[in-house]
């Protein structure tokens, strides 16, 4: 049943990326694997998480938000800031019948920590920041407990090392790193997954970009 939602969600998905930017495959077998198999990866880590509420940060056309979000059951918040984007995506997911389950936030990702901080048990982002970034935004947003699962297409020394060294600023703490290939053979996927232990010691959100644009560095 879950499985089947995917396929039409995809459909529907893909339909609508005739007129409107929401992925660069066009191929439905292509994004079979590249959407739906890869969307999937972090499944396990994403079941480990605590209870509750569930997020895919700058969701885009809905990967791997809606995928984990029928794998798992658990009520759902898609976030990206482009309006167009998630109007789609939230009709989509209302043509399936989904909407008491997964709703969509087109606000900045700062924005809805203002709003809701504290109250997500798991996050996930793909294709979005490095992983410096994701660890500011997701801290104001998790339960303590809480865990952030990261979907990295390449993941750099420097990069793993950038992040660790603002753990500690964040109140995150690395859990686990896995290696996988796709079943296309060629893609790789690394899935990293932080936890919220404890409160930040600086003021998040900072103001709106800067976790992107001027990543933390670890106090001196
Ligand atoms: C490369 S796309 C990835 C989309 C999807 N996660 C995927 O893997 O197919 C990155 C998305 O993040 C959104 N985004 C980037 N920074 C954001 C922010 N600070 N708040 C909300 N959305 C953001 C962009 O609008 C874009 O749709």
């Known amino acids: 049943m879950a499985q089947e939602l995917m396929g039409q969600y995809l459909d529907l998905i893909l339909e609508a990326n005739k007129t409107t930017n ?15 198999e890869d969307s999937l ?4 880590e994403v079941s480990e998480a605590p209870d509750g509420l569930y997020g895919d940060l700058g969701s885009g056309g809905g990967f791997p938000g809606v995928p984990l ?6 009520e759902t918040v898609l976030v990206d800031s482009v309006k167009k984007k998630m109007a789609i995506v939230q009709q989509a997911v ?27 048990s798991v996050l996930t982002a793909r294709a979005l920041s490095r992983l410096v970034a994701l660890l500011e ?43 996988t290939t796709l079943s296309d053979g060629e893609t790789r996927r690394t899935i990293v997954v932080f936890e919220k232990v404890g409160k930040a010691k600086l003021k998040l959100p900072r103001r709106i970009g800067a976790a992107q644009k001027t990543p933390l560095k670890p106090r001196s």
């Open 41 to 44: 990866v972090g499944l396990e």
């Open 137 to 179: 935004l997701s801290s104001p947003l998790l339960v303590k407990g809480g865990r952030l699962v990261c979907y990295k297409a390449q993941l750099s020394d420097e990069e793993m090392r950038e992040a660790r060294a603002v753990e500690d600023l964040l109140g995150m703490r690395l859990v686990s790193q896995r290696e």
């Open 22 to 36: 929401l992925t660069r495959i066009t191929s439905r077998d292509e994004a079979l694997v590249l959407h739906i």
């Open 69 to 74: 979000a029928l794998a798992t059951g658990r």
């Open 94 to 120: 209302n043509q399936l019948g989904l909407g008491r389950q997964i709703t969509t936030c087109s606000d900045r990702i700062e924005d809805l920590a203002l709003d809701r901080p504290g109250s997500f």
